[in-house]
């Protein structure tokens, strides 16, 4: 079980060096040999963090609701599904409104589609694939999402996940992908917010370590703008979010 500090940087250090992305960095539950108990724990603990930094509930109001309907059943692709907490609440949220909605979510990583899987339920699945497989098979959403991906991709995997995307979303739908955006208010917010959990609710997980070593990974909103093809806008949220987006309603000037 790892320290709570586990692959941690000095605070000082990391906020000295937060003015470029450290692409170099490594996210310990990436790594093929992590701990499978740890990694469990990881993604089961995913909700408490998502609920407050990734936000369904205004995810669900903005970006999905208003593609929702009564009479036909709307499909929505969450990349890259980690823990599966994500999907699922908005999966209720619809069904609260009594919205009709499907939700498919996709990851290399076998692991974390059988920590989603726990979530299976009608409307919702889990499956290990790439956005390159669905293009592939000519597959098409309504809503193309993914959360807490893009800080994990190089400039040749971010434009390869950008095209699929396009390819991806059906006439009239959108592709929302959401992240973090790096600074030291929200490497110092995380820092603060989660050592009184460090010993407890987050103890013998990835979620600290990881957190700190997303936000190190993550872009500045100018940066991101820097990086994306013509047709795509970036947009800020709250807690230092950042959502790339693209549809038939974003436009160039």
């Not at 006439?171 to 460090?198: C, K, M, N, Q």
Request: net charge negative; charged share 25%.
């Amino acid at each position: 079980m790892p320290r709570p500090d586990a692959g941690e940087p000095g605070l000082l250090h990391a906020l000295a060096t937060l003015d470029h992305r450290d692409v170099d960095a490594r996210e310990l539950m990436d790594d093929a040999a992590a701990d499978p108990d740890t990694l469990e724990r990881t993604f089961h603990r995913f909700g408490i963090v998502n609920r407050i930094v990734s936000r369904p509930a205004a995810v669900y109001e903005e970006w999905v609701r208003p593609r929702l309907a009564t009479t036909h059943r709307a499909r929505l692709l969450d990349i890259g599904v980690g823990g599966g907490d994500l999907p699922f609440r908005i999966l209720q949220l619809a069904r609260r409104d009594g919205l009709r909605l499907e939700i498919v979510g996709i990851d290399p990583d076998e692991r974390a589609v059988a920590a989603a899987s726990r979530f299976e339920a009608p409307g919702f699945r889990a499956q290990v694939a790439t956005t390159a497989d669905l293009v592939a098979e000519g597959e098409t959403f309504d809503i193309v999402w993914s959360n807490h991906v893009l800080h994990h991709l190089g400039a040749a995997e971010l434009g390869a996940l950008l095209a699929d995307t396009e390819r991806l979303v059906a006439p009239g739908g959108i592709g929302v992908h959401g992240d973090i955006e790096r600074s030291r208010g929200a490497y110092l917010g995380f820092w603060a917010a989660t050592l009184p959990f460090a010993w407890n609710v987050f103890a013998g997980s990835y979620i600290r370590p990881d957190g700190l070593t997303s936000i190190r990974r993550s872009h500045t909103a100018p940066e991101l703008a820097r990086a994306i093809p013509r047709g795509w806008r970036v947009k800020r949220g709250f807690p230092s979010r950042l959502e790339l987006v693209w549809g038939s309603e974003i436009r160039d000037d």
